[in-house]
């Protein structure tokens, strides 16, 4: 068990530049989450899936920012246009199927710098 | 909405002391309370889960507990050690359908040698 695979570990994007973050949950998770951090915020929920259907989304930025998941084994989050204040680490999670019955693994994170 | 409360930002102790974390909480249902480290560079990683019908969890030496009376869950560990210095997290799965995680501010953990 690989655990929660998240690529790249650091990136660096121009602002204004696209940038497209990767996951891949483990194997047999139903649910894949995904959260920013950064030292102000601390833990913030983006968006959630449960097999592959988007639940919710209600902590995503509504411009720029998108997330999908094509298939059962990986996970993006795509923001366009990128901004200073996009730079954070980003983080994903999954479960076996959520809630108070589910153990929730996370990635070791995205580190996004804008510049 | 639910959410999670946690004042402590910064515990600085020496080795063999003992700690304690609190947080309190706010939710509509039965809460299940979760504590989470995060050592730098990694993720967050599960320590801890404590529902209504356990009331406390135990491993690697820390111990959670809840008190439904005062919305409050406390993490503890007798003698920590210099390992032991990260960021430690409480959250909240929420009440509603989403099962997202709602994370207190975290504490930074410090134990000098």
């Known amino acids: 068990n690989a655990g929660v695979i998240q690529t790249p570990r650091h990136k660096v994007t121009g602002k204004g530049q696209e940038a497209t973050l990767w996951c891949e949950p483990i194997?047999?998770?139903?649910?894949v989450f995904w959260y920013r951090q950064t030292i102000v915020q601390g833990l913030e929920f983006l968006t959630y899936f449960r097999n592959q259907a988007p639940i919710d989304d209600s902590g995503m930025p509504k411009e720029r920012f998108s997330a999908q998941m094509p298939n059962q084994s990986h996970s993006t989050l795509k923001i366009q246009s990128t901004q200073p204040q996009d730079s954070a680490v980003y983080l994903c999670a999954s479960s076996l199927v959520g809630g108070g019955n589910s153990d929730y693994t996370f990635g070791s994170g995205t580190r996004l710098l804008v510049i | 909405g639910d959410s999670v409360t946690q004042k402590q930002g910064q515990v600085t102790l020496s080795e063999d002391d003992f700690l304690f974390i609190n947080c309190t909480y706010s939710t509509t249902t039965y809460p299940t309370l979760l504590w989470y480290v995060q050592y730098l560079g990694q993720g967050p990683q599960l320590l801890l889960k404590?529902?209504?019908?356990?009331n406390k969890g135990i491993s690697r030496g820390f111990e959670a507990t809840y008190d439904k009376g005062t919305t409050s869950f406390h993490l503890q560990k007798a003698s920590v050690q210099e390992s032991d210095s990260a960021v430690y997290f409480c959250?909240?799965?929420?009440?509603?359908?989403?099962?997202?995680?709602?994370f207190g501010s975290g504490t930074q953990l410090t134990v000098m040698p």
């Open positions: 959250a909240l799965v929420a009440s509603s359908g989403s099962w997202q995680l709602i």
């Open positions: 404590v529902t209504t019908a356990n």
């Open positions: 194997s047999g998770h139903s649910a």
